[in-house]
């Protein structure tokens, strides 16, 4: 017998090549030898030690895009097939996990491990979605409870998650009237590339957890709609693939972890690069992952019931998948870093996660080309000020920013009008993350869906306010009074003069 | 077979008269061509074709006054009477929508259509409200899911909508002690008009959703408690009718959204002018329709069983009564148009919907006789400042505005005292809305109702306030200091010296 | 047939005396003629008129003391003993209100009329009762929903009667550490009278709903517990009874409605005078009562099944119990009278209801020996300023009046700790109203055990304080920084220029 | 007949000793007479009197560590083994506590009071815990009724108690990037002593009742971890157990309570001493105990069912056991006593329970080695400001204090960027209590597990903050505006200018 969980119940003694010194597992009816691999798999090894000895074909698929085991292992780590059955016991009897197999054959445990649960949830149909909410709406009952935790989750308590959209709306305008609002425009340069509305995608990982089109339903849906997707690093496709996916000409951003084995950045830079990325949105807020709690009891329910108590009871700092794909991440990436990353790529960098003006300013001085305020939706420290208080603390104490380099801002951007408010602060565009991944549920069709509405809703703002261009867009559309007294003054407080012994 | 719902799952090819190249409809056992009509009628087109080539009758007198088609359409338009059965095949076998029809020859979708659905629920008896919020607590068990959700809804995710009354709640008062407080006048001159109160009826549409007797009952019921009705230009009734149900001598205003075909607006200009109205009260913060998204969800819901699946896939910006409604809306109206209307009326005019300091000075400057600070009761943006955060900005920027022109303010007010406050800080009048809508639910009986409860709790304000004349009210009775932090200092922000490239 | 309850259903020709023209009633087997008396009933005709023609006497006992039916009327009014069957036809028949009466030949209307309510629930032990807050719990459940509802109503939207408590609880106290606080006093001289601690019985109308024994049993726990209780003038029990009902030379404090007809205060004021009362509180901030909701809904309820509709009808108002109370009350109560009231009674005079710093000021100029910063605990104007607001308003604008007359308080006060915040901001003592209403659940036992819990939790908060004399509570005990910034400025505003062209 | 409980409803004539004057119990199968001890013991003699004449050894050991009973008591007091059952009639027969006995002989109230109550709760295992409020959420399920009240309770209204752990949710954090954070160190001298961690067990009582292990346990964790225990002194083990517990030289601090009997102290103190105990945290908040609502709320239950009307109707200030405990602290410890604390214990003085800038200053001037910024975990003074404000409050006033002794801090620290914020404003070390005494649940290895969660919790804000020492934490980190305005100016207040004529 071959596939089968580990449970503490269950005798092991008999399961072939599952141990961390022996570990095969079989993908789509191919059977790879992964002992070497899972000392560096992104995901540790444990998430691969739950199928060892076994299938893992259902699981492979949830998170990584086809081919990416061929392209990634050895060929002479291949064994065989499955279908062959030539040099694996029973391996013709490996049940699919996508299939609830009645075999009598194989023993309780095993039958439940495959079973698939089926959820009597139907999506609505897509026309009746009708703003960003809706689709976390419809998501949080459509996608599986992993990929909801894992998309959702925020850090710890979700304060941050929950005050960068609740500040964004605090927010007030101050619409004008009687002006001509017959026509707007909503056009906008970004990086010195074309956008049809001042926002683009944000990108985020794996984004097949919720469809299997993942990132490249996102750039056809960017195609069709003018926007600008910025793919994840942790994309569960290939880059040429994403690429690939879109127009000719169309306009990509990359965001990347630098990867403490600076090689394997320099070769990602040079593909982007040669793939005609656009800009490099380098990640500066997560040198390691945020405490997601969501991910994580999940991740520590898997664990429980497939690794050995020890290993659990070894780890304390959970096990979520946020967290495992944090580990390759470089914890020593400094400012020195940036021109390196210029050079290697020879492309325009803008940092992402700038969360103080004084780093705004450091952007300036070592050469970045845009700044994205952002704290990874809430996802790193919980706690951190939300986006909308650090792009006030850089009107407050460098404004010249905003004219030295371009501005961007994500965190709880869901309306066409907190799209306005950014806009009317300085911001050359909005990241727009967690709703581009629920609108995935319908694939290209609900990434246009998604986008369409943004844009109706921005139009919509707009006239309402009586400017007919974003370029109109400014300060005095705003009455920001209720969160004006939250804007740090930057090092100095008013009540603190005490400095420590020690300081930065 | 003539009445039908259309549905992807019913063959439409038997029905006739039903497309847009071709569209018959009956309204009370009339038919009409209205194929011409379509691209004109202000709904849009698509909830005519709901019932083409069947039986209108019940959708258009939920909505309409009776008399409406024969005013509008041409009479060579007029194909025939269903009575008759002369012109149109199985005329004489459209079943009146509102019986509940058990004949055998209909098929199941059509019957299911016909259906009238029996609420158990009773509205209480009038004498038992004795507040407006009772009217809509009542309201939303009463009315239909329709009319609820056109009358309650507000834009988007209703920010502006709730701050519009909690602002307003958190205003404190200052009871001044022991004086004479016997008696008391709550007259005021508005517009140089008597009103035996500072608040009067606000425009609202679609007056028929409530009660049949709609804008009628409205002005039986001003003219009764001598308050004046300010009439919305969707309204329901003509405006000769509704003036008519008055008394001789009644005051009115007239709201106006201006049309884009300009004629159609001096039309209606020169009739207010004749039927003897006293100002026109011109909408400025609709220039487009809000977002409202329950009303949208309905409209969603009929599009999505009635019109094809192509058409409902191209429109993804909604279909709502509102929406539908502002497309005749000038979106190019000006500042400069001001005195065109004044000239063609003859009459004053109000700018309703001032939303900032600003735009007051400019009121004044264009030689407008008064402003309504108005967001719409939070129905076009969403976000926008509640109206009595633009009260105290008027104070704070140009309070001279208060003594050039005469001030109204709606959004929110609901009780006496709330009016009190609105009379303390300079406004002439308080506009009331949604409550007048919901009291139409008991016609006449519930406009005078909720008109002798809003006097008795002003009057009772007054006295526990130590006032006995509203011409008394005054700044000083108040603690604004709960919201004093909130007040815009107009384009200028403590901590924005940014200014935009480009800008206003 | 004699007993009966009016209702739409049954016809009422058969029933003698019952009309507003001619109207006797039953009470503990006397028939009395009532005509006269409808008019100048305090509580209004419509609540007789329920029972006219009847036996009114469970009616009667709950909000009336023995024995004042015999003082108010005459002689000559006096029909005869229902016993004695004398002139009443069918008088012998007439149930008794507290009895479940199987009488066959009653019929069903009225036999529901004199069904008693049996309801399940226990009061728990009083000692199991360890704080305010659990008194007011228990009588939600334990009081008749009429007690309930005129007890625990307030004005319109509760807003002044929450932030009352609110605004008390936010004040965050400053601990002082190590110093010697074995022994504690917290006795107070209050208008020169002792008192064992700082605080007194608020008055509060009509303590018979809570108890029968009412008014008696504030008495004889407050001279238990060697405090002052102020009696209402809307008490239930004779002034003489309750001031009987304590030991001698016991001090009371009288609280005064002015009517209308002086000569009327003029003889309270004469008896209490001579009964030994200390001190006069003229109610100022009532001169009509605000409006209580859920009074007015139980009042509005009765008037629907017991008055005829046209009365009902014409009464737009609501008819609760504070309503009906307060029609006696003089609306032209002016600060000169303050002299008259003194003069008449020989008393001091304190103002209760005072709410703002410029009549703080005016109370000092006009004389009086005390003002108490009240808003009848949230009863009247709902919106005004809450008492603890009106105090720091007074700090801030004319803090000298702290020295020239003694300020009392009232309004959310319910803990020891409460108290203290009050004593540190300078007032002489603190009123408890509602809660002591609800200890008379328990009658005098009720009242001795809510002023232990009450004097034990302002020791302890003195001792946690640092603080071993009431003398010693100074606003440096307190944070007052997160209420500080809603302290008006008086008359002036910030944003606020404007005067209204006719003014105060 | 010997076991029992006290009943109204049982006769209590043929129980032998059991009443005040002669009360005899039984405890591990041991009777003592405790008649003399009765009024000695610190819980006070209702909860012992509860099982006069029977056997208490579930009570007792609940509370008590073995052997303590045979230290206190003199042998004299020694009756004799039930076993033996030779003095006490039907000794034989008592019934093990833990035993549901079925012996017919047992009356029926006798035989409730020995049921053990069967709670089909499991805690749910260790590892999937992965947060202090983790534990919190398990211990409401797990813990016993009285010990749950006993732990989460807080004073009257949990005002501080909630406001300790929001204001410091309140204060934002400001993340610097790129930064080397590969490795990050948190250790910190506390008071000159090694400890792998800023922060440390905040002393609390009666240990024993969340695990036998008690106290013990938390020594072994301590020791596991290399974190510092702060003992109270009134731990449920004999103060040597607990040291004897850890590792040779680990360092332990010990919390005192002054008994008023300063004798018994001073024996303490030298204990300590001998034992190498390393600082002495002297309690100051709580010459009293506050009034723990939910702690009172079941000892009212326990006392209604078990002791005389008569005492329960005398005792109106509620019975908790933490007012019991309270009863032996000094109310007249004054600044002059520390100087005696230091010289008879040799050991450093830390002050727990400073709450104001004016205290802290105070304590440096008599020499005290650090204060505890602390309100007794809301538990004393409801109402009293939250600990992160008092912190706030000396940077303001009186910074230099920083300098001059080491701040510790807890109420609310639950999270380790909690912590990272008390670091960043000056303070040593952070005091964690309640989730300690939750993590006993799973005796040492809950204290190990928690100790390395809060630990990476720290670590992981740092490094996301871009520090890599504690020492390198700095106000600047932080964005403290959403609660600047709460800070005190100390004795002085904006709005305030009144002194009261008595003053401290």
Redesign the interface.
Known sequence: MWHHIRSPFSSQSEIKHSTEQDCWIAVSSKVWDVTDFLSIHLGGPAVILKYAGGDATEAYEEIHAPGILEETLDQSKFIGNLAASIDIPQAATVPKATENVQNEEIPEPIRESVKVETTPYQKP?L??L??APDFTAVAEQALTPKAWAFYSSAA??L??HR?NKALV?R????????????SVSIKRKVLGHDSSAPFFISPAAMARLAHKDGELALARGASKEGIIQCISSNASYPLGSIVGAGHKGQSFFLQLYVNSEREKTAELLRKARDLGIKAIFVT?????A??R?AD??LA??NV?SAVSGAV??N????GGMGRLMAQYVD?????E??SWIKQVSGLPVV?K????A??AQ?AVKYGCKGIMVS?HGGR???????SI?VL?EI??IC?EV??KLEVFVDGGFE?G?DIL?ALA??ATAVGVGRPYLYSLMYSTDGVE?LT??LK??LE??M???G?T?I??????L?????I?????N???????????????
């Open positions: 149909p026309f009746t009708i703003s710890t308590d304060i941050t005050l709306r927010i007030m305008m101050r619409p004008r009237i009687l002006r001509n609002v017959k500066v807020d997560a040198p390691v945020g405490k709690e994580e009891r520590a329910e429980a659990a009871g780890d304390k700092k959970g914890k020593e990436l400094v400012w870093d940036i940092l996660g700038v969360q103080s004084a780093d450091l704290n790193t420290l919980d706690g951190a000020q939300p208080l006030l009107h407050q404004p905003l004219d309306r009008s408010k602060l300085g869906h369409q509405i109706d809703e919509t703002a006239k309402l306010c400017i261009s370029d109109e867009a400014h300060p005095g705003l009455n920001t009074r209720d004006d007294h939250l804007v740090s930057g090092d100095t407080h008013p009540h603190i003069k005490w400095k420590p012994r020690s300081r930065l």
